[in-house]
């Protein structure tokens, strides 16, 4: 099964842009990459999602290079809300059918 | 909708006890994920359902947990005798696809269960 990484935290100032990198090196041809958030006693709520190259919403933007064994979230000018557990996920068949959560980024957003 | 319901948010019991968990999905969902979250082991999959049918079962720790939906508005995750390590906050989410091999089905967590096993 493939193992996915990011960093376990950081830290960052409000007004900053933050960038979270996920590593999925056994990524599937087929697989899509998901981001969630999750707050503290409550359960992780969907941000983004990409297959290849460049997409943005109203919450952030997601970057995944041709290879697609990494994935980078940004968040342009967190707010001290955006202090939350992220989570890369990365669905399916080379999971041997799971889906997989990382251990997620905890990220602390300071005044 | 409301979203995903879960009940109880908290359950406390004694070892040995059985404890039941109870999740309802968000209606026209064909897709139901129990969730285990510690803080050793992260956010871990136990189970899947797609139209009431369990369909991977393999992330269940051990015959000591089951899970059943008996229909489409309803499941349960049941822990029969628990033990101390058993303490967690269980996640039931609901999808309408399984996010797997190409799809984009994004999942909506309920609030969760937090367990303690005393």
């Known amino acids: 099964l493939a193992k996915i990484t990011q960093p376990i935290s950081m830290d960052s100032y409000e007004g900053q842009e933050v960038n979270i990198t996920c590593s999925h090196n056994?990524?599937?041809?087929?697989?899509?990459i998901t981001w969630y958030q999750q707050f503290p006693s409550q359960g992780p709520r969907f941000i983004i999602q990409g297959y290849k190259t460049k997409v943005t919403n109203e919450v952030a933007s997601l970057f995944i290079p041709a290879d697609r064994k990494s994935s980078t979230l940004s968040l342009p000018r967190v707010s001290l809300s955006d202090t939350a557990v992220y989570y890369c996920?990365?669905?399916?068949?080379?999971?041997?059918?799971?889906?997989?959560f990382g251990q997620g980024t905890e990220l602390s957003v300071k005044p | 909708d409301a979203g995903v319901i879960q009940s109880p948010r908290h359950e406390v019991t004694e070892m040995g006890q059985e404890v039941t968990l109870r999740c309802k999905p968000i209606s026209g969902h064909d897709y139901l994920f129990w969730y285990r979250q510690t803080m050793m082991r992260g956010l871990e999959l136990l189970i899947y359902f797609n139209n009431n049918v369990p369909i991977d079962d393999s992330g269940m720790p051990e015959d000591r947990f089951s899970a059943k939906m008996p229909n489409a508005s309803f499941s349960t995750l049941k822990i029969q005798p628990s033990e101390p390590r058993d303490s967690a906050v269980y996640f039931c989410?609901?999808?309408?696809?399984?996010?797997?091999?190409?799809?984009?089905?994004?999942?909506?967590f309920g609030p969760g269960t937090r367990l303690t096993v005393l």
């Open positions: 056994n990524i599937a041809t087929n697989d899509y």
């Open positions: 989410a609901s999808s309408l696809g399984p996010g797997l091999g190409g799809t984009t089905d994004t999942q909506y």
């Open positions: 996920l990365v669905g399916g068949d080379n999971q041997g059918g799971k889906l997989i």
